[in-house]
Protein backbone atom coordinates (compact mmCIF):
# COMPACT_ATOMS: atom_id res chain seq x y z
CA UNK A 1 0.00 0.00 0.00
CA UNK A 2 3.07 2.57 0.99
CA UNK A 3 4.41 1.70 -2.20
CA UNK A 4 1.65 2.45 -4.62
CA UNK A 5 0.90 5.48 -2.72
CA UNK A 6 4.69 6.56 -3.43
CA UNK A 7 4.34 5.88 -7.03
CA UNK A 8 1.42 8.22 -7.00
CA UNK A 9 2.84 10.83 -4.90
CA UNK A 10 5.77 10.71 -7.94
CA UNK A 11 3.40 10.96 -10.67
CA UNK A 12 1.53 14.00 -9.49
CA UNK A 13 4.66 15.91 -8.81
CA UNK A 14 5.67 14.96 -12.33
CA UNK A 15 2.52 16.05 -13.68
CA UNK A 16 2.63 19.23 -11.03
CA UNK A 17 6.17 20.11 -12.68
CA UNK A 18 5.43 19.84 -16.15
CA UNK A 19 2.53 22.36 -15.87
CA UNK A 20 4.18 24.75 -13.47
CA UNK A 21 4.68 28.60 -14.71
CA UNK A 22 8.14 29.20 -15.12
CA UNK A 23 8.09 32.11 -12.33
CA UNK A 24 8.08 29.10 -10.21
CA UNK A 25 11.01 28.48 -8.39
CA UNK A 26 12.19 24.83 -7.60
CA UNK A 27 12.52 24.98 -4.26
CA UNK A 28 9.00 25.64 -4.42
CA UNK A 29 7.92 23.02 -6.62
CA UNK A 30 10.06 20.05 -4.87
CA UNK A 31 7.26 18.20 -2.48
CA UNK A 32 8.15 16.83 0.54
CA UNK A 33 8.35 12.95 0.97
CA UNK A 34 5.90 11.49 3.45
CA UNK A 35 8.45 10.31 6.70
CA UNK A 36 6.68 7.04 7.08
CA UNK A 37 7.66 5.92 3.84
CA UNK A 38 9.70 2.41 5.02
CA UNK A 39 13.72 3.04 4.87
CA UNK A 40 13.88 -0.75 2.89
CA UNK A 41 11.32 0.73 0.44
CA UNK A 42 12.98 -0.32 -3.13
CA UNK A 43 12.83 3.00 -5.46
CA UNK A 44 11.21 2.72 -8.53
CA UNK A 45 14.47 3.39 -10.49
CA UNK A 46 15.73 0.80 -13.16
CA UNK A 47 19.27 -0.59 -12.56
CA UNK A 48 22.09 -1.54 -14.65
CA UNK A 49 22.73 -5.07 -13.88
CA UNK A 50 26.51 -6.12 -12.88
CA UNK A 51 29.53 -6.68 -15.82
CA UNK A 52 30.14 -10.41 -16.25
CA UNK A 53 33.24 -11.26 -13.76
CA UNK A 54 36.47 -10.88 -15.85
CA UNK A 55 37.61 -13.56 -18.07
CA UNK A 56 40.12 -16.23 -15.68
CA UNK A 57 43.59 -16.59 -17.03
CA UNK A 58 46.73 -17.97 -15.86
CA UNK A 59 49.80 -16.12 -16.70
CA UNK A 60 51.91 -18.87 -15.77
CA UNK A 61 51.09 -20.10 -19.84
CA UNK A 62 52.92 -17.12 -20.74
CA UNK A 63 56.14 -18.67 -19.27
CA UNK A 64 57.79 -20.41 -22.25
CA UNK A 65 59.64 -19.24 -26.10
CA UNK A 66 58.23 -17.50 -28.28
CA UNK A 67 59.91 -16.95 -31.53
CA UNK A 68 58.79 -14.96 -34.86
CA UNK A 69 59.52 -11.70 -36.75
CA UNK A 70 59.80 -8.21 -36.39
CA UNK A 71 59.16 -5.90 -39.29
CA UNK A 72 59.78 -1.81 -39.56
CA UNK A 73 57.62 -0.58 -42.52
CA UNK A 74 59.63 2.79 -41.82
CA UNK A 75 63.36 1.46 -42.16
CA UNK A 76 61.79 -1.10 -44.67
CA UNK A 77 63.33 -4.30 -42.84
CA UNK A 78 62.54 -7.10 -41.02
CA UNK A 79 64.21 -9.99 -39.20
CA UNK A 80 63.81 -12.93 -36.53
CA UNK A 81 62.52 -12.17 -32.68
CA UNK A 82 62.74 -13.89 -29.83
CA UNK A 83 61.43 -14.30 -26.34
CA UNK A 84 61.86 -16.14 -23.32
CA UNK A 85 59.07 -15.75 -20.40
CA UNK A 86 61.53 -16.68 -17.85
CA UNK A 87 59.02 -15.77 -14.88
CA UNK A 88 56.02 -14.28 -13.51
CA UNK A 89 54.88 -13.36 -10.02
CA UNK A 90 52.05 -11.18 -9.47
CA UNK A 91 52.47 -8.60 -12.54
CA UNK A 92 56.24 -8.75 -12.27
CA UNK A 93 57.88 -10.60 -15.84
CA UNK A 94 61.40 -11.66 -16.03
CA UNK A 95 62.51 -12.47 -19.88
CA UNK A 96 65.03 -12.41 -22.50
CA UNK A 97 64.70 -11.13 -25.38
CA UNK A 98 66.58 -11.11 -29.06
CA UNK A 99 66.16 -9.79 -32.23
CA UNK A 100 67.89 -10.32 -34.91
CA UNK A 101 69.25 -6.95 -36.95
CA UNK A 102 72.09 -4.47 -37.50
CA UNK A 103 71.49 -2.16 -34.42
CA UNK A 104 73.60 -2.04 -31.18
CA UNK A 105 70.54 -4.02 -29.30
CA UNK A 106 70.33 -6.72 -32.11
CA UNK A 107 72.18 -10.24 -32.49
CA UNK A 108 72.20 -10.34 -28.25
CA UNK A 109 70.44 -12.09 -25.46
CA UNK A 110 69.11 -8.90 -23.18
CA UNK A 111 67.65 -9.60 -19.75
CA UNK A 112 64.67 -7.86 -20.11
CA UNK A 113 62.34 -6.95 -16.75
CA UNK A 114 58.62 -5.34 -16.65
CA UNK A 115 55.02 -5.63 -16.12
CA UNK A 116 51.61 -7.64 -16.87
CA UNK A 117 48.93 -5.77 -17.34
CA UNK A 118 45.22 -6.83 -17.90
CA UNK A 119 42.77 -4.35 -20.66
CA UNK A 120 39.06 -3.85 -19.59
CA UNK A 121 38.43 -7.27 -21.37
CA UNK A 122 41.06 -9.13 -19.00
CA UNK A 123 43.30 -9.48 -21.89
CA UNK A 124 47.00 -9.43 -20.83
CA UNK A 125 49.74 -7.64 -22.27
CA UNK A 126 53.49 -7.57 -21.88
CA UNK A 127 55.20 -4.91 -21.39
CA UNK A 128 59.34 -5.26 -21.22
CA UNK A 129 62.68 -3.13 -21.18
CA UNK A 130 65.53 -4.63 -22.66
CA UNK A 131 67.97 -1.76 -21.64
CA UNK A 132 69.97 -0.21 -24.17
CA UNK A 133 66.56 1.73 -24.74
CA UNK A 134 64.85 -1.11 -26.41
CA UNK A 135 60.99 -1.95 -25.31
CA UNK A 136 58.60 -4.00 -26.01
CA UNK A 137 54.36 -4.54 -25.42
CA UNK A 138 52.83 -7.65 -26.56
CA UNK A 139 49.58 -8.62 -26.27
CA UNK A 140 48.18 -12.25 -26.10
CA UNK A 141 46.04 -12.41 -29.31
CA UNK A 142 45.27 -16.53 -29.08
CA UNK A 143 46.80 -18.91 -26.39
CA UNK A 144 50.01 -19.65 -29.02
CA UNK A 145 50.50 -15.88 -30.35
CA UNK A 146 51.82 -12.48 -29.39
CA UNK A 147 51.71 -9.59 -31.60
CA UNK A 148 52.85 -5.86 -30.51
CA UNK A 149 55.48 -3.57 -31.17
CA UNK A 150 59.11 -3.08 -29.96
CA UNK A 151 60.65 0.54 -29.81
CA UNK A 152 63.82 1.63 -29.34
CA UNK A 153 65.60 4.98 -30.93
CA UNK A 154 63.26 6.25 -32.19
CA UNK A 155 61.86 3.22 -34.31
CA UNK A 156 58.63 1.40 -34.43
CA UNK A 157 58.52 -2.30 -35.08
CA UNK A 158 55.40 -4.45 -35.47
CA UNK A 159 56.16 -7.71 -33.20
CA UNK A 160 54.53 -11.08 -34.54
CA UNK A 161 55.55 -13.88 -32.04
CA UNK A 162 54.30 -17.43 -31.80
CA UNK A 163 54.52 -19.79 -28.74
CA UNK A 164 57.49 -22.07 -29.50
CA UNK A 165 56.75 -25.83 -30.22
Given at each position: ????????????TA???????????????????????????V???????PA?????????????????????????????????????????????T???G????????????????????G?????????????????L????????K????????????????
Amino acid sequence: MRTSALFILVGITAMLVAFMPASVSAQQATPQVAQDVPKDAVPAVATTPPAPPPKTFDPKMLIREWEGQWKSSLANTSDKAYVTIKEISGDDVVAITHAAGRQRYHNRDLDSKGKLTFDKDGVPTIHLDAGRGLTYTLRLVSPNKLEGKAQADGFIADLELNAKK
